[in-house]
């Protein structure tokens, strides 16, 4: 239930991130419109990777047993943490423009 409620509040933080996208590049330019985007980009990815994690691990639990989901869980995670780290660089090229 807790990576349930984790992946409905990240999907609830990207909603806000990509609706201030507009207010934000209004008020401070295009820089912070970029980083914004950029920011709500990787929140969305986020999400996308927690989803994709949670249904492949429970799918693998039941064609595998818990061994083959723990291994899904952690091949799933290391692809999500890289991706994490592709998305904070893209976050820091929009900042350092």
């Not at 799918?59 to 989901?69: C, D, H, L, V």
């Amino acid at each position: 239930m807790s990576t349930r409620r984790n992946a409905l509040a990240g999907a609830f933080l990207a909603a806000l991130m990509v609706a201030a996208v507009p207010a934000i590049a209004d008020d401070a330019g295009r820089k912070a419109g970029g980083v914004a985007e950029e920011s709500a980009r990787t929140a969305g990815n986020a999400v996308r990777d927690g989803f994709l994690t949670f249904g492949r691990t429970v799918k693998s639990f039941f064609t595998g047993g818990p061994n083959a989901a723990r291994e899904t869980w952690r091949e799933n995670a290391a692809e999500t943490r890289e991706n994490a780290r592709e998305n904070a660089n893209a976050v820091r090229g929009e900042a350092n423009r």
